[in-house]
């Protein structure tokens, strides 16, 4: 849950292709360190500076490139966070609930084109158009209970469902469903409830016994976080110093925003549900594919984005999170922390960037000519350059294939070359209808 943010704001927060960079690269390639080690040095120089205070996950493929915490689980002299610390996940659980729909229609137990009325008794009288896909997509029309008079009286307390619906139940639609868009944390909190309704057990139970137990995600759940120990506080942090956050009951955010996990188990999760052991191929491509204002179901899928990316970002008591996805790449980036303001989309999607390129900065030795080719990350992309030449941006193309066309007379093509095990260890470069060949020395 965004609380209390509008349509424009979530646009620019999730807009990551225009979010700062964590890394100077100018300054990576003068210490001569991979943009891994240095993600991992410039946390610690955050945590130390109170700038930041979570757990961080990038993961290329099988490969975990980066699996650490940083900063305490609870101020002043609490434990240190780890890889298994649980963290609130804000919005971040809206696709597990997207997932939970999509499953319950591959099971033929509903259709997303189901009237929500139909799992409603009584149904305000203005829903009755409204379909089940266009809770899971925004485009409802129902306005987010979040911002409902009356809401900022409830966070405290356990709740029912029926009690955050009866906030907007009787205010007018935004527009009429399917006709716009307003990013809304009612229409997931009745996705919990269809889920409850035609499971015929809780939101809770279901998650748990569908999704979570069957791949394992034992640090994973929907509720107020387990015991403390396991468990990170939240803070808000205001002039230098942080404050415990206004504590929120799950049972408010529900099925919007009230689950609980851990950077490990949100790797595991990305992988069973990008690897289709989760929903069927066709619910697949459905909750990948962007609709209006680049929602999918659950997720948020920017368009003209190349690689493909995924994404969503959370935020609730204290909590920040961030998921970000480049499938084609095989990248996953999480990042959760327990102080709320400390741009966790910004380090996401700076590390998915450094997840997917690092591998291939270096220094490559041209035979001929006998140059040396340096390969680093610059601002958001793959750069290429030799001593005395201008720097070339390479566009990703797929694999290991890269192809620069800016700032050059003509296309240069790259590809990097993988020893048996899989290892980068060398590149060939093809321009003007020439082959150069260069290796790690």
Known sequence: ???????????????????????????????????????????????????????VLIAKGDTILLDKGYGSASYPQGPVNGPETVFRIGSLTKQFTAAAILKLRDDGKLSLEDPICQYMRPCPSGWSG???????????GIPSYTAAPGYAQMKGNAVAASSLLALVESLPLEFEPGSGFDYSDSG????????ERVSGVSYAEYLK?????PLSLLHTGYGNPPTPGASASGYVGEAGSLRPA???????????????????????WVRALTGGRVISSRSQTEMFTPGPEDFGYGWIIPKNVWPRTYLHLGEIAGFESAIFVLPDLGVTSVVLSNIQG???????????????????????????????????????????????RTTL?????????????RDTPSELRVRFKRDASGQVIGVELQQFGKLYSGIKP
């Not at 016994?209 to 137990?213: E, M, P, V």
């Open 246 to 268: 206004q504590s929120a009951d799950a049972s408010v955010a529900f099925s919007s925003a009230g689950m609980y996990s851990t950077t490990d188990d949100l790797g595991q």
């Open 209 to 213: 016994a569908s999704i979570l137990d």
């Open 130 to 140: 409204i379909r089940v896909s266009q809770l899971l997509n925004h485009t409802s």
């Open 393 to 405: 941006p390479l566009d990703y193309v797929s694999g290991d294939a890269f192809v620069s066309l």
């Open 188 to 195: 997931y909190a009745l996705l919990g409830w269809i889920v």
């Open 1 to 55: 849950m965004v609380e209390n943010q509008d349509q424009q704001m979530i646009k620019t927060r999730l807009a990551w292709m225009l979010l700062p960079p964590l890394l100077l690269s100018a300054g990576i390639c003068r210490a001569q360190l991979a943009s891994i080690e240095a993600i991992d040095q410039g946390l610690r120089r955050k945590a130390e500076a109170g700038l930041f205070s979570g757990a």
């Open 342 to 388: 400390t741009d966790a989309d910004a380090i996401a999607a700076a590390n998915a960037l450094a997840g997917a390129y690092a591998e291939f900065e270096g220094a490559y030795a041209l035979a001929a000519p006998k140059v040396t080719l340096r390969v680093f990350i610059k601002g958001k992309t793959l750069t290429a350059q030799v001593p005395r």
